[in-house]
């Protein structure tokens, strides 16, 4: 062996060495339970409680089950325009989701259009983009992030659901 030349040995030690690390520093990070908690509830928990094991060492179901629910309706009221309230509910949506990151669906908001606001009123997907163009925010939300599923007149009482669905904002 020359003066110059690792071992394997040597080479695989580093490997393992910087691996443990890696592992450690994983452990300790924040989103660690999370990912613990989704291996767990997609894979152990239905060999835990599968019916070979006795039924007072099953896992409880109420543990895995996703407890995210939808916030109460939102009432809006004429004390701001319309679009841009929707606008700000899926700007909220969007960082919710980590600005499109997030790896799963998830129900934001629901929008009712109250009885103070005058119908019908005409939002439109233009004015929504007009609205980001003019304060400089397309660097951060823009129409290629959103889907807008919505009638463009709004009357009274009517419900908008925005929610965030593969890696977009949805509008309905």
Request: hydrophobic letters at 40%; charged letters at 20%.
């Amino acid at each position: 062996m020359k003066k110059g030349d690792i071992s394997i040995t040597t080479v695989f030690i580093i490997f393992i060495t910087l691996a443990s690390i890696l592992l450690l520093l994983g452990l300790f990070s924040t989103k660690l339970p999370t990912f613990a908690k989704e291996m767990y509830c997609k894979t152990f928990f239905y060999i835990h409680s599968s019916v070979f094991i006795p039924k007072n060492f099953r896992a409880e179901q109420s543990y895995c089950l996703d407890t995210k629910l939808l916030k109460p309706p939102i009432t809006l009221t004429n004390e701001t325009e319309l679009n841009t309230s929707i606008l700000a509910h899926m700007l909220a949506c969007w960082e919710y989701a980590e600005r499109g990151k997030y790896n799963k669906n998830q129900l934001c908001y629901e929008l009712v259009i109250g009885p103070s606001v005058k119908t019908p009123v005409s939002v439109t997907e233009t004015q929504i983009n007009g609205i980001l163009v003019e304060n400089g925010v397309t660097n951060v939300f823009s129409t290629d992030n959103f889907d807008w599923a919505v009638d463009d007149e709004f009357t009274e009482n009517q419900k908008i659901l925005i929610e965030y669905v593969n890696g977009k904002i949805k509008v309905t």
